[in-house]
């Protein structure tokens, strides 16, 4: 399994971002998956889940409403739109296929000005 995200960088406050998580070695379209972050001296937390065929997605109650999780199941890959950022959104944020334990390797998000 390989999870690579793409996507992070600098925005202000009140901008957007569109993260990518290119997955490959497996069925990714046979997979549930997920949008982790962690912010610095805090724990990894749960940002939002999507099925396997992209039609049920969960959103931590933080985001909901300023995030979309999506995927391309012919191109194996996973997003998050992330919209209306704000400061405390700064964190690496992490794909990961929802139930088994494959991670990527984070993109670093900063919001500021």
């Known amino acids: 399994v390989q999870l690579v995200e793409s996507g992070g960088g600098l925005v202000q406050p009140g901008g957007s971002l569109r993260l990518a998580c290119a997955a490959s070695r497996f069925t990714f379209s046979s997979y549930d998956m997920s949008w982790y972050r962690q912010a610095p001296g805090k724990e990894r937390e749960l940002v939002a889940s999507i099925n396997y065929s992209g039609t049920n997605t969960n959103y931590a109650g933080s985001v909901k409403g300023r995030f979309t999780i999506s995927r391309d199941n012919a191109k194996s890959t996973l997003y998050l739109q992330m919209n209306s950022l704000k400061p405390e959104d700064t964190a690496v944020y992490y794909c990961?296929?929802?139930?088994?334990?494959?991670w990527g390797q984070g993109t670093q998000v900063t919001v500021s000005s």
């Open positions: 990961k296929t929802r139930w088994e334990n494959y």
